[in-house]
């Protein structure tokens, strides 16, 4: 059922964002140097590493940490990587991952394959057996903001949870958070 709700609403997106999409691509590449989308290595369904894809919104070169431990994340900001984070565009990209079946809609955010300390304690609470996903209880609960342990007890309450229901609901508050830009840090 999940599976089916996920296709069904990536298709309706897909369909509704292409202008959008092509039109942040331009502005992406028309800005900074480099390819239009940033492929990330991240940890999804047992702990299996899949390439993500965002829209480029640090400039090449950047290393590949979470943003939060970079010295100074606006250094390596593009001109509209600001823009793009804060209205959460850079993550328009993601359609294709739950397209191809990497990811769902809701679920745990997907690590960085270097986040060793986050997939560690997602294992030894099960949350692994989860499809990742573009948002989630934790992204409602606090998103940049929550300590890695905050996070891991949001997503294990997602997993003894998870519904249809539940997903409706983190799907129509994640759209609430996006527009009022909360819990966004860079």
């Known amino acids: 059922m999940k599976r ?8 309706v997106a897909a369909f509704i964002l292409a202008v959008p999409v092509v039109l942040v691509a331009l502005l992406v ?10 492929w990330s290595d991240r940890v999804g369904r047992h702990n299996r590493i899949f390439r993500m894809p965002k829209f480029r919104s640090m400039r090449v070169g950047t290393p590949a940490v979470a943003t939060h431990l970079l010295t100074d ?14 209205s959460s565009l850079d993550e328009l990209p993601q359609l294709w991952s739950i397209l191809a079946g990497d990811m769902s809609f809701v679920g745990p955010r997907p690590a960085l394959f270097n986040q ?3 997939v560690e304690m997602r294992t030894r609470f099960g949350v692994h057996e989860l499809v990742p996903g573009l948002t989630g209880w934790a992204q409602i609960n606090g998103r940049d903001e929550l300590p890695i342990p905050e996070k891991v007890k949001l997503d294990v309450e997602y997993l003894q949870r998870q519904s249809l229901w539940l997903d409706i609901r983190i799907l129509w508050m994640t759209f609430v958070k996006v527009i009022r ?6």
Not at 29 to 38: H, I, K, N
Not at 73 to 86: D, E, W
């Open 73 to 86: 994340p606006g250094a390596y900001l593009t001109p509209i990587g600001s823009f793009l984070r804060k």
């Open 181 to 186: 830009r909360d819990g966004i840090t860079h």
């Open 116 to 118: 060793h300390d986050l």
């Open 29 to 38: 590449r028309l800005t900074s140097p480099g390819p239009a989308l940033y």
């Open 4 to 11: 089916a709700f996920d296709l069904f609403l990536a298709l």
